[in-house]
C-alpha cells in the first residue's frame, strides 16, 4: 500500500505501470507520483548519458543538438518573462539549468545569470563551453546567493524530477525578492495526450519523471510553497497520432486554451 507523499494519504490508487514502475494517485490532493522505493537516488541517473544518449529512454537523444530548436523556445520565454515582470533584465536562478542554455540566452539580454544542477557533466560543460559563472552543482543554491535574491527563478522542465518538489520549492522561495516570480514547466496530466496514451505519453517516463501535475495539483503545491499563480497555459501538442479534428486551427486554439496540451507553463508571485 503506498501513501501520499505530499499530504501523506493512504490508499493511492494504482493508475498505470509505466516502465516497470508503479505511478499512483492520491485520494485526497489528487497528486499523480511515481512509487519508488525508500533508497532510490535521483542523481544517480544524471550522468553523461542522461544528455546524450537517452540510456534507458528517460533521457534526451541529444540535447545539445536540440538546442538550435530551443534557443527560440528560451527567447519566448525571456520575453514573457519580462513582459510578465515589466523588466528588461535582472537576477535570474535557473534552477536543474542543465547545461545552460537557458541562461546563455538571459545573459545576452543582459541579466544577472545564476544555475543550479545536480549533474557534474551539465554543470561542467555550462561553465567550461559555455563561460558560465556562478553555476553551482548540487540540490540546492548555496546560501550565499539568499543576499541579494532574486527577481525571478526558473525550473524549465525540472519540478517533475525531484524528489520532494514541496521541500525544494519552499526553499527556493526564500531566495526570492519580495513580489518575485517563479516559471515553470511541466507535463499535464490532464492533457489530451497523457490520457490517450498512458504509459507511452512521451513524458511517462519513470524513474526520471516521478511526478505528473494537473493544474489544480500544481495550484495546491504553489500555494502550500507561499506561492500565488498568475498564469497557466499549455502547449498545443495533443499526442502521437492526434484526431484530424485536433489539427483544425480553432479546434486546436480552443483546446490549447482549455488547457489541454501535455506541457504546462505556469508563472507564480511570491505573496
Ligand atoms: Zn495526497
Not at 118 to 123: E, G, K, L, N, T
Not at 147 to 159: K, P
Not at 163 to 191: A, H, I, R, Y
Request: glycine letters at 8%.
Amino acid at each position: 500500500m503506498w501513501s501520499c507523499p505530499f499530504c501523506q494519504s493512504d490508499n493511492c490508487r494504482l493508475v498505470m505501470e509505466a516502465r516497470g514502475h508503479p505511478i499512483l494517485r492520491c485520494p485526497s490532493c489528487e497528486l499523480v507520483f511515481t512509487g519508488v522505493k525508500s533508497d532510490f537516488s535521483s542523481s544517480e541517473i544524471y550522468t553523461e548519458e542522461f544528455w546524450q544518449a537517452d540510456s534507458d529512454g528517460i533521457g534526451y537523444r541529444d540535447y545539445f543538438r536540440e538546442q538550435e530548436k530551443s534557443r527560440r523556445k528560451w527567447e519566448r520565454h525571456l520575453k514573457k518573462i519580462s513582459s510578465h515582470t515589466g523588466k528588461q533584465a535582472g537576477r535570474i536562478l535557473d534552477f536543474g539549468c542543465g547545461p545552460g542554455f537557458f541562461l546563455k540566452a538571459a545573459r545576452e539580454r543582459g541579466w544577472e545569470t545564476f544555475g543550479v544542477d545536480i549533474s557534474r557533466f551539465a554543470v561542467d560543460y555550462a561553465k567550461k563551453d559555455l563561460g558560465l559563472e556562478n553555476i553551482h552543482c548540487g540540490p540546492l543554491p548555496p546560501d550565499e546567493w539568499k543576499r541579494q535574491g532574486f527577481d525571478v527563478i526558473t525550473l524549465w522542465a525540472a519540478i517533475e524530477h525531484l524528489p520532494d518538489p514541496w521541500k525544494v520549492l519552499k526553499s527556493l522561495c526564500s531566495f526570492l525578492k519580495p513580489g518575485g516570480l517563479v516559471c515553470m514547466t511541466t507535463g499535464n496530466m490532464e492533457s489530451i495526450a497523457a490520457r490517450r496514451e498512458g504509459e507511452n505519453w512521451r513524458l511517462m517516463t519513470p524513474p526520471g519523471h516521478l511526478f505528473f501535475f494537473t493544474r489544480k495539483t500544481m495550484k495546491t503545491l504553489l500555494e502550500h510553497c507561499g506561492l500565488r499563480m498568475t498564469k497557466y497555459r499549455t502547449n498545443d501538442y495533443f499526442g502521437k497520432n492526434p484526431p484530424s479534428l485536433f489539427r483544425i486551427k480553432p479546434v486546436k486554439k480552443t483546446l490549447r486554451l482549455l488547457g489541454r496540451g501535455d506541457i504546462m507553463t505556469v508563472f507564480a508571485r511570491k505573496s
